[in-house]
């Protein structure tokens, strides 16, 4: 067994934990967390998922380089730099915006692993997924495993899909909801594509706008079409847009109440979704839902460098 297989089918003990906290007490509801941000200090949450068959993939076909986009303080930057140095696959990050010294957290630690960074245009940016575009990349960098944006492709959400599987075995039983954080929609999708039909699927968009709906259907069709319908994007909670966030916010997952640790992009934003809609009787009586905890802990500190020092790490 490769040390990639080895790390990836190491049987983890259950990452299931139940909230004891008041606001769930309301209509009897029960809410699980699946602590995939413990699955690894930086390969972790949805990163670990959607890395898992990618890298065995580069793996088989001989690749040495990883080669992937992102924005600056991207956790899949962070997570493909950590990977590279765990598995010795050279690692390229192509950074939208200008480079701006010093690097901010993320970027560091990217360094620091090892990943060579190379900064382009917003502009430039944009056709990250054209084929000419990344023939631009193989001619400077010679042969590499392409990791999109996000890590999302089919290898992923065959990633994500395994964790309804892990669910329903740790509770013993079917939830009535799986609710996940969305960015690019690949955990989502990999969620529904194996869901069974009586759990509703809730992704929590962290982007403004309904646009991710058709990108997750699209990622669907192309992965398995007899995938469950039984889902909803939830679009009311993204505080403004990506990395938006407000007062309320911020004073939410500083209470840590759950005494879990929230990211304020993704994690923080579902929660806080979650939380409200139990209020508003949303979720049926005697519900039992499993919320997706999908990592991005290491954009904590990036966050208190732009915005001060606002959320508490421990």
Not at 248 to 271: A, C, Q, W
Request: proline fraction near 3%; glycine fraction near 10%.
């Amino acid at each position: 067994m490769s040390k990639i297989h080895h790390f990836f089918n190491t049987k983890n003990s259950s990452l299931l934990k139940k909230l004891d906290f008041d606001r769930f007490g309301v209509n009897n509801i029960r809410v699980y967390v699946k602590r995939d941000d413990l699955l690894h200090p930086f390969v972790s949450g949805n990163k670990w998922r959607k890395l898992k068959y990618n890298l065995l993939e580069a793996e088989e076909k001989g690749h040495k380089t990883l080669l992937t986009f992102g924005g600056a303080f991207s956790n899949h930057i962070a997570a493909v730099a950590a990977a590279g140095s765990e598995f010795d696959f050279k690692t390229i990050g192509i950074i939208r915006g200008e480079k701006v010294e010093p690097l901010n957290p993320t970027l560091a630690y990217a360094t620091q692993q090892g990943m060579e960074l190379h900064f382009v245009s917003r502009t430039d940016y944009k056709k990250r997924s054209a084929p000419d575009f990344i023939k631009k990349f193989e001619k400077q960098f010679g042969t590499f495993y392409h990791l999109p944006e996000g890590g999302t492709n089919h290898l992923a959400i065959k990633g994500c899909s395994e964790i309804i599987e892990e669910i329903n075995s740790d509770l013993m039983q079917r939830p009535d909801y799986i609710c996940a954080p969305c960015g690019t929609g690949g955990t989502l999708a990999g969620l529904i594509a194996k869901a069974d039909p009586a759990t509703h699927i809730l992704g929590f968009s962290a982007l403004k706008g309904d646009f991710l709906k058709e990108e997750i259907k699209t990622l669907l069709s192309s992965f398995d079409a007899n995938h469950s319908q039984n889902w909803s994007l939830n679009t009311d909670y993204h505080f403004g847009g990506y990395a938006k966030w407000t007062p309320e916010l911020v004073n939410f997952i500083n209470e840590k109440r759950s005494k879990i640790i929230l990211d304020p992009i993704y994690t923080g934003k579902m929660f806080f979704g979650i939380f409200d809609l139990i209020q508003k009787g949303f979720f049926k009586s005697g519900s039992t839902i499993v919320a997706l905890h999908t990592g991005g802990l290491q954009g904590i500190e990036g966050f208190n460098q732009r915005f001060g020092q606002v959320l508490r790490a421990k």
